[in-house]
């Protein structure tokens, strides 16, 4: 199903059409303040491991990364001391990903990793996703087709492409393709992992 959510005070009845997949362990694609990505319950294994399988990355070994409404909300998932916490308060919500170290509240799938990627983006569509389903949204960019970007900007072309592994596609307008800097704040010395639309002083 493609789902034309506005992205400036989206309507709540779209918003739980998309939670109510998503509480039946599908998978969703949505906009963030970066790209279009595929989500689904963070707390639900199967569906992560639906995800990871879909992107041909194990579960026990790749780089997680979960959506959360605010700071309140990812304190209960990931370890955020104080200094971690100022830079977080900073940077978000915004086309940031912070590493932090895993906290005990997340399924044993995320517990073979010692960290987890935290992302509160500036976008209403997917904070008001995760705030009506109650738990995090596990989130990975919708991959990229080298020849043919607007795959993975055009909500249009996305759900031509994704239809069939994906519950819905929501519309939220034309994704600027981008990617979220990814920070690592999981050690003392925090490091710039990745340079993407976010900029911010460590």
């Known amino acids: 199903m493609l789902l034309q959510?506005?992205?400036?005070?989206?309507?709540?009845?779209e918003?739980?059409?998309?939670?109510?997949?998503?509480?039946?362990?599908?998978l969703v694609i949505y906009p963030t303040d970066t790209s279009?990505?595929?989500?689904?319950?963070?707390?639900?294994?199967?569906?992560?491991?639906?995800?990871?399988?879909?992107?041909?990355?194990?579960?026990?070994?790749?780089?997680?990364s979960i959506i959360c409404a605010d700071?309140?909300?990812?304190?209960e998932y990931a370890k955020i001391n104080d200094r971690a916490f100022k830079l977080l308060k900073?940077?978000?919500?915004?086309?940031?990903?912070?590493?932090?170290p895993v906290n005990s509240s997340l399924p044993k799938l995320y517990k073979h990793r010692k960290t987890v990627?935290?992302?509160?983006?500036?976008?209403?569509?997917?904070?008001?996703?995760?705030?009506?389903?109650?738990?995090?949204?596990?989130t990975t960019s919708v991959p990229v087709l080298e020849e043919e970007v607007e795959y993975s900007t055009d909500p249009e072309l996305i759900h031509e492409l994704w239809q069939r592994e994906v519950a819905?596609?929501?519309?939220?307008g034309i994704g600027d393709g981008s990617f979220s800097t990814v920070i690592d704040c999981s050690e003392d010395e925090f490091i710039l992992i990745r340079q993407g639309k976010g900029e911010i002083e460590l």
């Open 5 to 13: 959510i506005y992205p400036v005070n989206p309507n709540p009845k």
């Open 15 to 26: 918003i739980q059409k998309v939670v109510s997949a998503l509480q039946e362990g599908e």
């Open 36 to 64: 279009y990505a595929i989500g689904c319950d963070a707390l639900n294994i199967r569906a992560v491991e639906r995800i990871c399988k879909l992107k041909g990355v194990n579960p026990q070994k790749a780089n997680l």
């Open 71 to 75: 700071m309140s909300t990812a304190s």
């Open 90 to 100: 900073r940077g978000l919500p915004g086309p940031f990903t912070f590493i932090l």
């Open 117 to 138: 990627g935290i992302r509160i983006p500036d976008s209403a569509i997917a904070i008001e996703i995760v705030r009506q389903l109650g738990n995090p949204l596990l």
């Open 168 to 172: 819905i596609v929501v519309d939220g």
